[in-house]
């Protein structure tokens, strides 16, 4: 059976977008275009959606798709990263928007189907680039780093705690060979772990998420695109994002709390020098999370948060 991507709390994000016709949405993961069909027939026939994906795979996806429903008018497509959203929008005369939304991570069709090494489960070439013309790729994080760095990226973006004794074993087996392959990797961590020590889940899990924040930017495209996305937002205008983990997650919350003015002087301090500045207010006290019945259809929705922010 083929398993399609479905779209992560599609009915929570349409309603928390608060969408009305005329809108101009930036749409920064268009991944199978779950989402984005959705929120182009609420805007449509007035509004403008700007979908952007790195991955020229999803773009087709979502392009036959977005046609199929007869919303292809409606939309500009592009192939880029969505931390370029002043850029992008600007290619199409658009100074600002009402709305901006994404949803982070991997489709399962890049899981799955894609056969560039995300998944530990598969044996595939090591690649893990959402852009295939990407400089950097799985397979040169993993033999051209260094023992030193890959202890830091693994223990920084995959909060391993393992992360020293997996990094010296990498370092050891490619003394004697490269490592092209995601079994070898899989194989060489868990050698690295004794077993009694092994987490919840599959032991390769933390190194994986790792390595493709690396291979991608991640973090650093997430924080610039929040940044740029609240200077190009009209008032009352909506930021929506989905986190699949706790660092993306943090990321969010804090740029959330920044936007909304929370002062980040030390607790001595008799007046507040950091410059807060209230520019809106945060809609989701806690994050949103998929109901059972979601998480029930669709694992991936388990670890799903999602964070909604409105300027003023
Ligand atoms: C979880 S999927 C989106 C799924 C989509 N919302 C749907 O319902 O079909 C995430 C997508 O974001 C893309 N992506 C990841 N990082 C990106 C970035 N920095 N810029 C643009 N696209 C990115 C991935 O290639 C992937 O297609």
């Known amino acids: 059976m083929i398993n399609v991507h479905l779209p992560v709390l599609r009915e929570e994000v349409v309603s928390y977008l608060s969408l009305k016709k005329g809108d101009i949405v930036f749409d920064g993961t268009l991944g199978g275009a779950g989402h984005t069909v959705e929120i182009i027939?609420?805007?449509?026939?007035?509004?403008?959606?700007?979908?952007?994906?790195?991955?020229?795979?999803?773009?087709?996806?979502?392009?036959?798709?977005?046609?199929?429903?007869?919303?292809?008018?409606?939309?500009?497509?592009?192939?880029?990263?969505y931390a370029n959203i002043k850029n992008i929008i600007g290619r199409f005369d658009i100074k600002s928007i009402d709305r901006f939304f994404l949803d982070l991570g991997l489709s399962s069709n890049q899981l799955e189907r894609s056969g560039r090494g995300f998944s530990y489960i598969r044996k595939e070439k090591l690649d893990m680039r959402f852009d295939q013309?990407?400089?950097?790729?799985?397979?040169?994080?993993?033999?051209?780093?260094?023992?030193?760095?890959?202890?830091?990226?693994?223990?920084?973006?995959?909060?391993?705690?393992?992360?020293?004794?997996?990094?010296?074993?990498?370092?050891?087996?490619?003394?004697?060979?490269?490592?092209?392959?995601?079994?070898?990797l899989v194989e060489i961590i868990k050698q690295a772990v004794p077993a009694k020590f092994r987490y919840k889940g599959h032991p390769a899990k933390r190194v994986f998420q790792a390595i493709r924040i690396e291979v991608n930017g991640e973090l650093s495209s997430l924080a610039k695109a929040l940044t740029d996305a609240m200077d190009v937002l009209n008032p009352q205008?909506?930021?929506?994002?989905?986190?699949f983990?706790?660092?993306?997650?943090?990321?969010?919350?804090?740029?959330?709390?920044t936007f909304a003015g929370k002062c980040i002087c030390p607790p001595d301090l008799p007046i507040c020098v950091?410059?807060?500045?209230?520019?809106?207010?945060?809609l989701t006290k806690k994050p949103v999370i998929a109901s059972r019945e979601e998480t029930e259809q669709n694992p991936r929705s388990k670890s799903a948060k999602l964070r909604v922010f409105e300027k003023l």
Request: a negative charge; glycine letters at 6%; proline letters at 2%.
């Open 41 to 81: 027939k609420a805007i449509a026939p007035t509004g403008k959606l700007i979908g952007a994906d790195l991955d020229s795979q999803a773009i087709s996806t979502a392009a036959r798709k977005i046609e199929s429903e007869g919303l292809k008018k409606y939309v500009y497509l592009v192939k880029d990263n």
């Open 133 to 184: 013309d990407g400089d950097l790729s799985a397979y040169d994080v993993v033999n051209e780093y260094s023992e030193e760095e890959l202890k830091d990226i693994f223990y920084r973006y995959g909060e391993e705690p393992w992360s020293a004794s997996i990094a010296k074993a990498i370092a050891s087996t490619r003394q004697s060979k490269a490592i092209e392959f995601t079994d070898e």
């Open 237 to 243: 205008g909506r930021i929506a994002v989905i986190t």
């Open 245 to 257: 983990h706790s660092l993306e997650d943090r990321i969010v919350k804090n740029h959330f709390e």
């Open 274 to 282: 950091c410059g807060a500045k209230k520019r809106g207010f945060i």
